[in-house]
């Protein structure tokens, strides 16, 4: 199946720092999801984006669709303990039937000690 | 209003045994989905219905996994002689109808001894 590589798989932050992390693909998508994963809770949608090239932002969460519609990437401008978590990209490609996401492998953020 | 739930939160059972989970989904969205998400991994996707009725069981990991939906609300996914394998989260998601996004309830945490 379709396969999305996430980086980071994991990365340290300290509180005020800018955060980083992209999502690439071999294949085609008409939509990019990003989530963010709490521990015993399900995915929550942060960010959706629908365009090439569309850049979406949500407080202090930028997510851009790239123009090749192979990659997206996630910015988180001036991080705070609640940030850590995991965050998840996933995408849709155009046609897909019944909506299927498929879905990185996650990237996770911890906070340096 | 109410997310999706999905009941039990967590289920330890032994190889061999017969599991049901179950979803309810957000009152008056058509779609529902589920997802297996194996420690540290990303989600795989297993099947979605739509209104009761199920188009594509190829995600299913074998012929041991089914799911059913009636009424157009409650699903249960079932699987017969788990396997250690089996153990994971599983994820259940709905949204409105295809092709709008999907919310996802909490899991339910499958451990296999």
């Known amino acids: 199946g379709q396969q999305l590589n996430q980086s980071p798989q994991s990365m340290f932050i300290q509180e005020g720092e800018d955060v980083s992390m992209n999502c690439t693909s071999s294949s085609i998508f008409n939509t990019w999801l990003w989530y963010k994963q709490d521990p015993g809770e399900g995915p929550v949608l942060l960010i959706a984006?629908?365009?090439?090239?569309e850049l979406t932002s949500n407080g202090r969460l930028t997510a851009q669709f790239g123009i090749t519609r192979k990659d997206s990437f996630l910015n988180i401008s001036a991080s705070i303990p609640s940030d850590v978590g995991i965050y998840f990209c996933?995408?849709?490609?155009?046609?897909?039937?019944?909506?299927?996401?498929?879905f990185g492998g996650g990237t996770r953020l911890m906070v340096k000690p | 209003g109410a997310g999706v739930s999905q009941s039990p939160s967590n289920k330890v059972t032994e190889k061999g045994k017969d599991v049901e989970l179950r979803c309810d989904p957000i009152s008056g969205h058509t779609a529902l989905y589920w997802y297996r998400q194996s420690l540290g991994q990303g989600l795989e996707f297993l099947i979605y219905f739509q209104g009761n009725s199920a188009p594509d069981k190829s995600g299913l990991p074998s012929d041991r996994f089914s799911a059913e939906r009636t009424g157009g609300s409650v699903s249960t996914l079932t699987i017969q002689r788990t396997q250690q394998e089996d153990s994971a989260v599983y994820l259940c998601?709905?949204?409105?109808?295809?092709?709008?996004?999907?919310?996802f309830g909490p899991g339910t945490r499958l451990t296999v001894t």
């Open positions: 984006l629908y365009k090439a090239g």
């Open positions: 998601a709905s949204s409105l109808a295809i092709g709008y996004e999907q919310y």
């Open positions: 996933a995408g849709r490609i155009r046609g897909n039937a019944g909506n299927m996401l498929t």
